[in-house]
């Protein structure tokens, strides 16, 4: 800024001769124009009408003119400031506009439009099924045991006391694993090595691995040489549970089976056992539960009948027993001491009838026709 001057003419000050502000005016009068854009007229705001610009220096000038002069000047100066100031709003609003117009446009969604989202999978009902059903034994304290489903002879016959001659042994039920060697195998079974035939060598295992008491549940494949068709496949599914402890009795295992349905189907549910033969427990008994649709309402009632347990109010669910004291000896556990029970069962046969599915096939095909309607539980 100049210093003050009694002299000091406003027409000989360069920066606020007419002219020169005109000039100031034009040139961001045309800067605002040109601007394409709301950044680029960002810019041209600071050049024009910011603390640096020509005018707002100019401006600066006329507090050292003399009184007499300041007027005139300050009218000059103002009234370019305004014109410019009045541009900008202007450019402003119009570019604000220009964008919320593109705006518009370029990020308008099409609703119409096929949408091409992967649809989220989910897992298959067979494991859920598992799940849930080994969650009801987690919840009761049981462990989750595992075992290996390329099996050792022994641990999937011996142990459990299948005899040697045993029906269960032959090619015919039993997929036999080659030796590495190649020379023993297929037709010999003498690998002794199978793929297993049941969840049951798992509690052969547990009972080696942990000391009693032990519960346990265990859920997994099991292999057997059938054909695929709509009630076999030869690969499927298992739950063994086994609790051995000192004084377990047969009204234990009655009263874990009652829970287990009842959790599973409803609290008016129950279990009935009938007499069986399994080489691995003595007693032995094939496991029915009330049927969950009729509810046993079928029986001798032509008015309502079940398609569900074919009018007799049971379903077979799967064996159980008390632990055969030879298998508890065999993996090392005093039977004078402990006792335990056990039970398995399919859970094919189990999504079946809970879910009315009447081809096992549908379970292995890997449709998603047949999946969907499960849900997407994950
Ligand atoms: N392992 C038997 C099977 O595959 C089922 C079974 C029966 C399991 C009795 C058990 C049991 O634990 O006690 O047919």
Not at 17 to 24: F, L, Q, S
Not at 211 to 233: F, M, Q, S
Request: with cysteine.
């Amino acid at each position: 800024m100049s210093a003050p001057n009694k002299s000091y003419d406003p027409v000989e000050v360069e920066a606020l001769k007419p002219e020169e502000i005109e000039r100031m005016r034009d040139e961001a009068l045309a800067a605002f124009a040109a601007a394409g854009d709301l950044d680029t007229l960002q810019e041209a705001k600071v050049a024009h009408t910011g603390g640096a610009s020509p005018l707002a220096l100019a401006n600066r000038e006329i507090g050292a003119l003399p009184p007499h002069a300041k007027a005139a000047a300050g009218k000059l100066v103002g009234q370019a400031r305004g014109a410019v100031n009045k541009a900008l709003a202007t450019r402003q609003t119009e570019l604000e506009a220009e964008r919320d117009a593109r705006v518009l446009v370029e990020e308008a969604v099409d609703v119409t439009l096929p949408h091409d989202r992967v649809p989220a999978g989910a897992r298959h009902p067979l494991t859920t099924m598992m799940e849930r059903v080994a969650d009801v034994f987690v919840s009761m304290g049981y462990e989750v045991a595992e075992g290996p489903e390329v099996e050792a002879e022994w641990f999937n016959f011996d142990a459990l006391n299948f005899g040697p001659d045993h029906p269960a042994r032959q090619m015919q039920d039993t997929f036999f694993v080659q030796g590495a060697d190649g020379t023993k195998d297929s037709d010999g079974g003498e690998s002794g090595v199978v793929l297993r035939t049941h969840t049951s060598p798992v509690q052969a295992r547990a009972l080696l691995d942990r000391k009693a008491p032990v519960y346990i549940v265990c859920p997994g494949r099991v292999y057997r040489t059938d054909e695929l068709d709509a009630t076999h496949t030869p690969v499927f599914h298992q739950i063994e549970l086994l609790a051995v402890d000192e004084g377990l009795t047969m009204a234990d295992l009655k009263g874990t089976l009652d829970h287990m349905v009842q959790s599973l189907f409803g609290a008016d549910m129950k279990t009935r056992l009938r007499p069986n033969f399994f080489p691995f427990t003595e007693p032995s008994a094939e496991m029915d539960m009330l049927c969950y649709v009729c509810r046993g309402d079928s029986v001798g009632n032509p008015d309502r009948p079940c398609r569900t347990c074919s009018s007799e109010g049971w379903i077979e669910l799967g064996g159980c027993g008390m632990v055969n004291p030879r298998v508890l000896t065999a993996c090392g556990v005093d039977p004078e001491k402990y006792s335990g029970f056990a039970f398995g069962f399919g859970i094919e046969r189990m999504l079946m009838f809970r879910h009315n599915v009447e081809d096992m096939r549908d379970m292995v095909e890997g449709d998603v026709r047949f999946t969907r309607p499960f849900g997407m539980e994950i």
